[in-house]
């Protein structure tokens, strides 16, 4: 046996990079990079293609996949901002590319779904859903659109929060305590921003705006601002709230 | 803060629920409605709750007859003019709530603080034109009121920060989590959860994907303990939606608050959820 068998390119900007990686080799993958691909891409079963705020880098890494992995390997690429039908349309061998999506951490996701582009064919479907069942993840087969359903909806509910912060409505603790003790939610949807990466979330949201063209999907103006001065949350140090390690002082 | 004399006025869940936490708390309640009937049930539903708390071992037999004494039933609002605060919880009907609050600026001492338990009207509209608005503040319950921990104690255009302080306390004396929030339409609850139902109800629309995936994703995917649609069965679907509308119209139509035709459709079908044996799903005696 040869565990090179095992190998999967891993590629992509996602704090789900990391976390996939952890993942992967846990479950006995090899993980590649592009630079390490090459000399072993008849031994790779699978891509995956994580990057979701610049669809320039997307699309780049994207092709460069398909250009270098035999026809029949799937890639699975990270269908938050855009669907997996314009990521497949960027490729030569488009059928095997197959959309899917969710947000960090993973250890929280006991399920992920599956969002095959108009172009994948039904063998390649069945192969992403036995890769997500050998991580241990359930899957669950959905509509190809940006940001499918979890991460959609989990999205414009931070965004609507952001929008309430920007506005002055209340303080994100306030907001946050509301929805946990008024309605039920496991976190804050600010402080769950945080934790997501609101670059993630941000991506989502811009995605459905450009996608679906409604002004329902406006990204919130504060939204956009932290993103673009890096305040994406616990990665960053800093987002809704500040996360800033204390320095430790010794004399 | 020493035990206060509290009027609650409507006699409904809300109302006998409300009349409740404060007597829990120790405070003597007045509670008021016009409807005998309704103040008969609201008296049962607190005997309820005393007897299940009993039974739970939560209180005692004593502890039980003293909080149930101390909610007395009336139908006179001048009986109030002795509270040091009142609590409206009477139905979202703008004309109603203003002219209780019209009475009662005139009824009740000048330092009685005056509570609206709205979820959907502005406190600014109700506090218009009203002598005294500076003490009109929105204290928003959430169902069912003894259960659930959250007050959203909202501050209308022209509540008094002193006021607004009092509320919060008092809030947090009936052993409740406040919040302050400014007067916007939903304020925090109501609004931020609205993309949960509302785009929910999109992406089933779009054909992404079916109800009860999308019910299987949050819960699994996201965490959630209900899933969207069985979370609207059980709220009932005419409220919710009755809510959507409200904030929607209240934005000025912004697109973000827009209703679904579904939910629409299912409100005019006359299946709500829970409560008319069927709405999203099937609910069987």
């Not at chain 1, 940001?147 to 909806?153: C, D, W």
């Not at chain 2, 993309?195 to 992406?203: D, G, M, S, V």
């Not at chain 2, 699994?220 to 649609?229: N, R, S, T």
Request: charged fraction near 25%.
């Amino acid at each position: 046996m040869n565990t090179v068998s095992n190998a999967v390119l891993l590629a992509g900007n996602s704090p789900l990079y990391s976390e996939l990686k952890i993942l992967l080799e846990s479950k006995g993958y090899s993980v590649l990079s592009f630079e390490q691909a090459d000399e072993h891409k008849h031994e790779i079963r699978l891509a995956i293609e994580v990057n979701n705020l610049d669809l320039d880098i997307k699309k780049s890494t994207i092709k460069q996949m398909d250009m270098l992995l035999p026809a029949n390997v799937p890639i699975l690429t990270s269908s938050l901002a855009i669907t997996a039908t314009e990521a497949a349309s960027w490729t030569e061998y488009s059928e095997r590319v197959c959309g899917f999506g969710t947000f960090v951490p993973l250890i929280e996701r006991s399920l992920i779904e599956v969002a095959p582009a108009l172009q994948s064919t039904p063998l390649i479907v069945e192969q992403v859903k036995s890769f997500f069942d050998v991580l241990g993840k359930e899957s669950e087969i959905v509509e190809d659109e940006v940001g499918l359903v979890f991460p959609r909806i989990l999205s414009l509910i931070i965004n609507e929060a952001a929008f309430a912060v920007m506005e002055g409505t209340a303080t994100p603790e306030d907001i946050d305590i509301a929805m946990k003790k008024g309605t039920n939610y496991p976190y804050g949807p600010l402080e769950w921003g945080d934790r997501i990466g609101l670059d993630e979330v941000f991506a989502v949201v811009k995605g459905l705006h450009r996608d679906l063209a409604e002004e329902r999907y406006r990204p919130a103006p504060l939204l956009r601002k932290l993103v673009l001065a890096d305040r994406v949350g616990v990665r960053s140090g800093r987002g809704f709230y500040s996360y800033e390690k204390q320095e430790v002082y010794q004399p | 803060m020493t035990y206060a004399q509290v009027g609650v006025i409507g006699a409904g869940t809300m109302g006998a629920g409300i009349a409740f936490v404060c007597a829990r708390q120790g405070h003597n309640v007045l509670l008021l409605d016009m409807n005998e009937a309704v103040l008969k049930k609201a008296q049962s539903y607190v005997a309820s709750i005393l007897a299940k708390d009993v039974s739970k071992g939560k209180i005692t037999e004593r502890q039980k007859e003293e909080i149930y004494e101390r909610i007395s039933p009336i139908s006179d609002m001048q009986k109030l003019y002795g509270c040091d605060m009142v609590i409206e919880a009477v139905s979202e009907r703008l004309e109603l709530k203003k002219s209780i609050f019209s009475s009662l600026a005139n009824i009740c001492r000048e330092d009685t603080l005056l509570l609206t338990n709205t979820s959907s009207i502005s406190i600014t509209e109700i506090a218009g034109g009203i002598k005294s608005p500076e003490r009109i503040i929105g204290f928003h319950f959430f169902n069912p009121a003894p259960v659930m921990p959250l007050i959203e104690v909202i501050r209308g255009k022209k509540s008094s920060d002193e006021n607004v302080e009092k509320a919060y306390q008092f809030a947090e004396n009936l052993g409740k989590v406040p919040v302050l929030v400014n007067d916007t339409p939903g304020f925090i609850v109501n609004r931020v959860a609205r993309p949960y139902y509302n785009e929910a109800l999109r992406i089933t629309g779009d054909q992404v994907a079916s109800i009860e995936q999308i019910d299987t994703i949050m819960k699994k995917a996201g965490g959630f303990k209900m899933g969207p649609f069985e979370l609207q069965d059980m709220i009932g679907i005419d409220i919710n939606f009755a809510t959507t509308e409200s904030v929607y119209t209240n934005f000025f139509h912004e697109g973000r608050f827009k209703p679904s035709r579904i939910q629409q459709r299912m409100v005019q079908a006359g299946s709500l959820g829970r409560k008319s044996g069927e709405g999203f799903y099937e609910y069987s005696e």
